[in-house]
């Protein structure tokens, strides 16, 4: 889809194939493979080191919960804790300045589960 926006607005190939790459990065799991899209990946998910990551699990939750009228925040809590252990940052600046914060709340949330 994107790339046939970006033809009729003149874009070059080259161009459209790293808009794209950017927007790729950004799934689950991310596998970004240029600098662009590691910038573009941990932006999308760093949150998870930063002090609005209770806030935004908590509209995360009532997302979940629109698709899972039953999900418990417990239940919640076991899939962000898997999800946080399989993440990682891609940029030096995410790695040295939100790696530690995410590993933070993930033994946060393991504590709450005990």
Do not use: W
Request: proline share 4%; net charge negative.
């Amino acid at each position: 889809m994107c790339a046939e926006k970006l033809t009729k607005h003149f874009f070059t190939a080259e161009e459209i194939s790293s808009v794209c790459g950017m927007i790729m990065a950004t799934k689950i799991p991310q596998q970004p493979k240029t600098l662009l899209e590691k910038i573009v990946a941990d932006a999308d998910l760093e949150y998870l080191g930063t002090d609005q990551f209770y806030p935004i699990s908590t509209n995360l939750l009532q997302e979940f919960r629109h698709y899972d009228p039953q999900l418990t925040v417990e239940r919640f809590n076991e899939i962000q804790i898997n999800f946080m252990r399989r993440h990682h940052f891609h940029t030096d600046y995410c790695i040295a300045n939100r790696a530690e914060r995410k590993q933070q709340h993930l033994e946060e949330l393991l504590a709450s589960m005990k």
